[in-house]
């Protein structure tokens, strides 16, 4: 299996300022007949189910605000959000998908400063 | 509007078993894969089984592989987990989640819906 690691496990940032997410695989998750990674994060709060945020590493789903963006290839990624805001407190996992059975990194919790 | 509703959460004994139904609306069901995911108090998610659009196919975490059965019933829109010889570490908020197509297996699949969840707590 796949193993999925996040760092850090928990961030406190203020209101406006950027957080980042790093999720690493233990082997790459890009297909290389299409060039894709297979790799979509996550947010869930309290009492909630998850939302998906971005799939394929880096493509928003759609009605995401463009405060949340993907990047990475391979084996490591990053979740980044660009001017925090209150409802963005959560915790935010990786997945991949690039092979069965489907592995989450531990997730990361977002707090406010 | 795509709708997940999970129903058949219930406390069970060790040894126990349980069906949880996942009825769906809001899309063509058969046109897509669906899995159940489950995430224990406190922790983190766990893919535990998907089935592709037609039902052909299925496939489970070693977690569950032998004790829970997948299936669907494009008919009724409705997706079941059977679940038996039920375990302490089965404890779980489960979710129904759909994939973006009908097809998995190749690889695995990122979720666009959820359903809210069914808690099963297996305890004496």
């Known amino acids: 299996d796949i193993v999925m690691t996040q760092s850090p496990d928990s961030l406190a940032v203020s209101l406006g300022e950027r957080a980042t997410i790093n999720c690493k695989s233990s082997?790459?998750?890009?297909?290389?007949?299409?060039?894709?990674?297979?790799l979509a994060w996550y947010q869930q709060k309290p009492g909630e189910p998850p939302k998906l945020l971005i799939y394929?590493?880096?493509t928003r789903e759609s009605g995401v605000p463009d405060r949340f963006s993907g990047s990475g290839s391979g084996t490591d990624f990053t979740l980044t959000i660009s001017g925090l805001q209150a409802e963005d407190v959560a915790v935010y996992y990786c997945?991949?998908?690039?092979?069965?059975?489907?592995?989450f990194g531990q997730g990361t919790k977002v707090e406010i400063k | 509007e795509v709708q997940l509703l999970e129903s058949g959460g219930v406390l069970v004994q060790p040894g126990g078993s349980l069906r949880l139904s996942c009825a769906a609306s809001?899309?063509?069901?058969?046109?897509?894969?669906l899995s159940w995911l489950r995430q224990a108090p406190g922790k983190g998610l766990e893919w535990v089984s998907a089935?592709?659009?037609?039902?052909?196919?299925?496939y489970y975490a070693d977690s569950v592989k032998g004790r829970f059965t997948l299936s669907r019933d494009n008919s009724k829109n409705t997706l079941y987990l059977q679940m038996n010889s039920l375990r302490g570490e089965d404890t779980a908020v489960y979710y129904c989640?759909?994939?973006?197509?009908?097809?998995?297996?190749?690889?695995?699949?990122?979720?666009?819906?959820w359903g809210q969840g069914a808690l099963v707590t297996v305890s004496s």
């Open positions: 809001g899309f063509t069901f058969s046109n897509y894969a």
């Open positions: 997945q991949q998908y690039f092979s069965v059975p489907e592995t």
């Open positions: 082997q790459s998750v890009l297909y290389s007949s299409n060039n894709k990674n297979f």
């Open positions: 089935i592709i659009g037609s039902g052909d196919n299925t």
């Open positions: 394929w590493a880096s």
């Open positions: 989640a759909k994939g973006p197509d009908g097809a998995f297996g190749r690889t695995g699949d990122y979720y666009d819906f």
